[in-house]
Nanobody, 123 residues
Framework: VQLQASGGGLVQAGGSLRLSCAAS????????MGWFRQAPGKEREFVAA????????RYADSVKGRFTIFRDNVKNSVYLQMNNLKPEDTAVYYC?????????????????WGQGTLVTVSS
């Protein structure tokens, strides 16, 4: 199983980025997909998750209204559209896959992880 995250970069506060995560060697359409992030010196935290069908999503309070998670099961990809970025959004962002039926934010529920992509938001 491989999860390849991309799309990170340097952006000014108030700007936007779209992260992508391409999955291979798994039946993507049956997995709940999530995004997590880890800021320097901090523990990894939940950002957003989406059910296998795309019909259910969950967000961390800190990103609600600014970030949108969506997926394309034909392209085996999940995306994170990030708008109105803030310096506190600076982190390495990871995508992850969970075979369980519920859309959850607990790291331990996710079986597979990508390598991360760095997002830096300047003030």
């Amino acid at each position: 199983v491989q999860l390849q995250a991309s799309g990170g970069g340097l952006v000014q506060a108030g700007g936007s980025l779209r992260l992508s995560c391409a999955a291979s060697r798994l039946t993507f359409s049956i997995y709940t997909m999530g995004w997590f992030r880890q800021a320097p010196g901090k523990e990894r935290e939940f950002v957003a998750a989406i059910s296998w069908s795309g019909g259910s999503t969950r967000y961390a309070d800190s990103v609600k209204g600014r970030f949108t998670i969506f997926r394309d099961n034909v392209k085996n990809s999940v995306y994170l559209q990030m708008n109105n970025l803030k310096p506190e959004d600076t982190a390495v962002y990871y995508c992850a896959a969970d075979r369980g039926p519920r859309v959850v934010g607990r790291e331990g529920e996710y079986e597979y992880w990508g390598q991360g992509t760095l997002v830096t938001v300047s003030s």
